[in-house]
Nanobody, 119 residues
Framework: QVKLVGSGGGLVQAGGSLRLSCVAS????????MGWYRRAPGKQRELVAR???????NYADSVKGRFTISRGNAKNTVYLQMNSLKPEDTAVYYC?????????????WGQGTQVTVSS
């Protein structure tokens, strides 16, 4: 069974940095894309950053210039470097991976890691 494990969240002061990591297991080939989503209290889940198998990335407007997503040497590993953190970044961050198969797209989710940014 596919499993994603996200880690790296914590408490940080505004202006600080955190690095999130996600490792996927239980699959014998690479995901088509991996990324990070977040859900803040009272808000919908939103895409933070995503990277596909070709290395193309996209970011939420609110994090452009501050966050960087990258893939590790292992194709099922992804990182999110978060700099210049703001209180508005406080949320539970979820790792996501997508696998495209004939006739379907399968999405997998990590358990979530809490990021709290104090002012």
């Amino acid at each position: 069974q596919v499993k994603l494990v996200g880690s790296g969240g914590g408490l940080v002061q505004a202006g600080g940095s955190l690095r999130l990591s996600c490792v996927a297991s239980g699959i014998t080939f690479s995901f088509n894309s991996m990324g990070w989503y977040r859900r803040a209290p009272g808000k919908q889940r939103e895409l933070v950053a995503r990277i596909n198998s070709g290395g193309n990335t996209n970011y939420a407007d609110s994090v452009k210039g501050r966050f960087t997503i990258s893939r590790g040497n292992a194709k099922n590993t992804v990182y999110l470097q978060m700099n210049s953190l703001k209180p508005e970044d406080t949320a539970v961050y979820y790792c996501n991976a997508a696998l495209m198969l004939p006739g379907s797209q399968n999405d997998y989710w990590g358990q979530g890691t809490q990021v709290t940014v104090s002012s």
